[in-house]
């Protein structure tokens, strides 16, 4: 998907996100993930990962900016929310899950695993106007 605008103030390309405080907000690019499938670097499942398969000569996969978790509820496109940064930062041990309130390993897929950083506050993006089309709600 190419990106539908600019953002000016953090000079980075971004799209149309529905964000869990009213969005629309414009983010750079964003894996999101179920809530409740994160993958962590440490046995306490306190540091989470995001494995990245990296581009080759056939598809181009750049590391996203930021990972979110979504929450399905109902018709449409959920909102994105515990928005955080994905850093360069790989990760090369054992990686971990959680089932239920225990931390597990799990399997390692053959992929760079990144660090996913702290949590980012939606109010650094902007917001986007509200687009009404004739005849759609």
Known sequence: MEPEW???TLDAN?????TVDGGPRCLPLVYSNLAGFEQYADDACTQEVLGWAEADECFANPLPALRADIEPQGCGVPPLRNVRAVTTVTHDGPIYTKSEDTCIPADRF???YYLVGDNVSLEDFVVLPVRS???RR
């Open 6 to 8: 600019f953002d000016t």
């Open 133 to 135: 089309v004739e005849g």
């Open 110 to 112: 053959d992929a760079p």
């Open 14 to 18: 971004c799209t149309r996100h529905e």
